[in-house]
């Protein structure tokens, strides 16, 4: 079968990968659609330390083609949406609602592919980016038919890391003035999600003045290319300020446009190495700074409520496919998605 592989030199696509079958308590699918994210190209610049040679992918959507002994949420035919949260279920984290925080969801990469005689990693324990791929049950949320794959695929990551942002971690509120440092796939999703929140002011903030448009399409109010002209429009600070680009410069910046009991939320990736700084001082007033993993999501409740409010009109998810690639074009898709011409590039198998 067709995949997209890293194997620490070069991205290959290949088309001699093999997939095992599902064991107890997983489920194989066949991905039909994978978003693109920066996540990804992450892996292959070295931000995300990772294993290779490695199947890339981590944003899919696809229909169930076998499922594991146990296994009765999801059958085959079914479509889901591919979350990366491999959790256990049994732990005091996911016991309190809390699976982002499940060790057993962080660094335990597995290798259910082979290529040849050599066992192949799955990257955040998905992998979209291979015509099948084998996750845990949990990891598999059924979706309605009537949701096309290519959309349903964005939910995965950056819905669940962008909108559960918002209501999940900083719990925006009615009325609130929100800062988005961003308009990338990630940024737009932050974005959309302070408007369904019912946030008063959500001023977002990218050096790309082309990304203007787009950003007011999913709820901005106001338009920035730099973090200097915030001040002018929230005098006192904003209550919220969300960092998805990965800058150390630019999480000072979320921090020093706090209000008074202000939070900033960090959903950017700088490298692992990379340190931030800040005035203790200018943390007394109640500031908080918030890392978050994956939106603090709870992908079964989530994605269900995402596609719910995607169906009623609330969620915007279409406009986030800029454009769709065969997975063969895969080349392309990375060069456009680093040159910050799509929001979000999808493969297509």
Known sequence: ?????????????????????????????????????????????????????????????????????????????????????????????????????????????????????????????????????????????????DIPLPSAALIGCGVLTGVGAVLNRARVDRGDRVVVIGAGGIGLNVI???????????????????????????GATDFLTSVEGVRDLLPTGADHAFECVGRVELIRAAVDLLDRHGQAVLLGVPAATAEASFLVSSMYLDKSILGCRYGSSRPQRDIALYADLYRTGRLMLDELV????????????????EAGKVARGVLTF
Request: some cysteine; aromatic content about 4%; glycine content about 10%.
């Open 1 to 145: 079968m067709r995949a997209v592989m890293f194997d620490g030199k070069r991205i290959e696509v290949v088309d001699d990968l093999e997939v095992r079958d599902p064991g107890p308590g997983e489920v194989l699918v066949s991905i039909a659609a994978a978003g693109l994210c920066h996540s990804d190209l992450s892996v292959v610049d070295g931000t995300i330390p990772f294993p290779v040679p490695v199947v890339l992918g981590h944003e899919g959507a696809g229909v169930v083609e076998a499922v594991g002994v146990g296994v009765t949420h999801v059958e085959p035919g079914d479509h889901v949406a591919l979350s990366t949260l491999a959790n256990c279920g049994t732990c005091a984290e996911c016991d309190r609602g809390r699976p982002t925080m499940c060790r057993q969801a962080i660094g335990r990469p597995g290798r259910p592919f082979r290529r040849g005689e050599q066992a192949v990693f799955q990257f955040a324990s998905n992998s979209a980016f291979a015509e099948r791929t084998v996750v845990k049950a949990v990891q598999a949320v059924r979706i309605p038919k």
């Open 192 to 218: 959309q999600g302070a408007r369904i929140a019912g946030a008063l002011r959500i001023v977002a903030v990218d050096a790309n003045p082309a990304k203007e448009a787009v950003a007011r399409q999913f």
């Open 322 to 337: 800029t454009e769709t690639y065969p997975v063969e074009d895969f080349e392309r898709a990375a060069a456009d998605a």
